[in-house]
């Protein structure tokens, strides 16, 4: 099978770059163009040790990255920056794959929404493909086991390293602010919280916070059932659900967030069950950099290329 050729747009960030190692040691993909305007002309080499080649980065307008006539591109850019980018390739390249790792299509219905352990059976060959949002691949997984039992809506703590923020300068990535500290954020009506509760078709009460290490995400789960149950029982359904899942692991102790770091997948545990049996507290950890971002969009090319959905993730 020929090798599928791959450009990333927005190249300079964490994610950018964890995409670029993604892509070195994949079999079958090759990196054909990364696009960063503050990295231009700079080799890739020079910044991620585990790429060889001669590739430089470039500063590609928009037409530029449709008239590539690449098998996919990537856009590993902030809200709000994809629509120029996107009608470039309708118009030059329909049949090239987009992943776009922004919330921009989220919420269009014309787009595949890429997570694939709860929505794989939805993928019919869609060439648009949303990534979702690292708390909100957290959140998912680990509401959907309960989904139809639940009384309530979830609330959700959330708390995310710092690279969360991204690389542009802001007080959620200031490593002097965030020393000793833990900093609350938008904490209603988060584009997250919105996220969740239209893939869910539940309301859903999220409460993001930046903690002070560089990646990784914890989230804390609160679930009202309509019935009571015991631990035991929760924890099974869990394991039966995810069984087979190589990215998620079910495990009896809370997941600790410093574990998740640098790994690929979901750990989910602490399952703890209230007097009376009826709210159940969980927690799940995963890096936002690799299965909240990178990773999960490694999943979807796969899928898109009709490949194996773990090839070339490390499990």
Not at 95 to 104: N, Q, Y
Not at 129 to 150: E, F, H, K, V
Not at 211 to 218: E, L, Q, S, V, Y
Request: with cysteine.
């Amino acid at each position: 099978m020929s090798r599928k050729t791959v450009g990333i747009v927005g190249a300079r960030g964490h994610t950018g770059a964890e995409l670029i190692r993604l892509i070195a040691r994949h079999p079958q993909l090759e990196l054909a163009f990364v696009s960063s305007r503050e990295l231009d002309g700079k080799p890739v080499s020079g910044q991620i040790a585990e790429f060889a080649g001669d590739l430089r980065y470039q500063n590609l307008e928009h037409e530029q990255v449709g008239g590539k006539g690449v098998d996919a591109v990537i856009l590993a850019l902030p809200n709000g920056k994809a629509a120029g980018l996107v009608a470039a390739i309708d118009a030059q390249a329909p049949d090239t794959v987009v992943v776009d790792l922004s919330a921009d299509h989220r919420f269009d219905e014309r787009w595949y929404y890429g997570l694939p352990e709860l929505t794989r059976e939805r993928y019919a060959g869609q060439k648009r493909i949303s990534n979702p949002g690292c708390y909100a691949t957290a959140m998912q997984l680990a509401i959907a086991p309960l989904l139809d039992r639940l009384a309530g809506p979830p609330q959700c703590f959330g708390v995310s390293g710092y690279s969360g923020a991204g690389t542009t300068p802001s007080d959620k990535n200031n490593v002097e602010l965030l020393r000793d500290n833990l900093m609350p954020y938008a904490l209603v009506d988060h584009m997250h919280e919105r996220e969740v509760s239209r893939q869910l078709g539940i309301p859903v009460e999220f409460m993001p916070h930046v903690a002070p290490h560089f990646r990784g995400i914890t989230m804390t789960v609160n679930l009202w059932l309509q019935q009571p149950a015991k631990v035991e029982a929760i924890r099974e359904l869990y394991r039966q659900r995810y069984a087979g899942e190589p990215l998620i692991r079910v495990t009896d102790d809370a997941p600790w967030v410093s574990r998740i770091a640098g790994r690929h997948g979901v750990e989910i545990g602490g399952f703890t069950v209230a007097p009376g049996g009826k709210r159940v507290v969980l927690v799940a950890t995963l890096d936002n950099l690799l299965k909240g971002a990178a990773t999960q969009a490694m999943q979807n090319l796969n899928l898109a290329f009709a490949l194996d959905e773990f090839l070339g993730i490390p499990l």
